[in-house]
Antibody, heavy 121, light 109 residues
């Protein structure tokens, strides 16, 4: 059974940092691109970042570029998101999601339950 | 950047058919995916590549995509289908961005 379990969320002051983790199990982690998607309270889904299976390709949404860093450790079946210079607008539930890629088709077939990040003084 | 437009809400009586649209410039040339999200839960993939269903998703869920509009159709709507629905495309030509629609709240009357 595929499982994605996020951790590391919490309350942080504006300008602070936080590191999220996503522990994967039930599939060959090193074969899949992984992503972070967030959802602000009462709002829709917003893609944050993606990393290819071997970490060769990394992409960010404009809203987090230069502040967030995605990484992965295939030996530990883990995905990470280092978040620096946090702002109030970064407050959201952060989901990790496995991505299926086929040519120009890409979709998220499994999601974790999410971890809440609250940025407030 | 690519924009996907969904109606904020759709209402339907039980047993009827719900249609949720997702508009985008020439979206028919892209592959569209749909997610269902119930309150307090993570999103669940219900349709991928315009019209394919993952295993475990009822046949009542179907999709189509043409021109500037993709549509998620839910037949014989049940109370348990009440949720938020999001469309998504992978804009591989624009810095490999994932794009989500704003979401549609489906209310079962």
């Amino acid at each position: 059974e595929v499982q994605l379990v996020e951790s590391g969320g919490g309350l942080v002051k504006p300008g602070g940092s936080l590191r999220l983790s996503c522990a994967a199990s039930g599939f060959t982690f090193s074969s899949y691109s992984m992503n972070w998607v967030r959802q602000a309270p009462g709002k829709g889904l917003e893609w944050v970042s993606s990393i290819s299976s071997s970490s060769s390709y990394i992409y960010y949404a404009d809203s987090v570029k230069g502040r967030f860093t995605i990484s992965r450790d295939n030996a530990k079946n883990s995905l990470y998101l280092q978040m620096n210079s946090l702002r109030a607008e970064d407050t959201a539930v952060y989901y990790c999601a496995r991505k299926v890629e086929m040519a120009t088709i890409g979709f998220f077939d499994y999601w974790g339950q999410g971890t809440l990040v609250t940025v407030s003084s | 950047s690519y924009v996907l437009t969904q109606p904020p809400s759709v209402s339907v009586a039980p047993g009827q058919t719900a249609r949720i649209t997702c508009g985008g410039n020439n979206i028919g040339s892209k592959s569209v995916h749909w997610y269902q999200q119930k309150p307090g839960q993570a999103p669940v993939l219900v349709v991928y590549d315009d019209s394919d269903r993952p295993s475990g998703i009822p046949e009542r869920f179907s999709g189509s995509n043409s021109g500037n509009t993709a549509t998620l159709t839910i037949s014989r709507v049940e109370a348990g289908d009440e949720a938020d629905y999001y469309c998504q495309v992978w804009d591989s030509s624009s810095d490999h961005r994932e794009v989500f629609g704003g979401g549609t709240k489906l209310t079962v009357l």
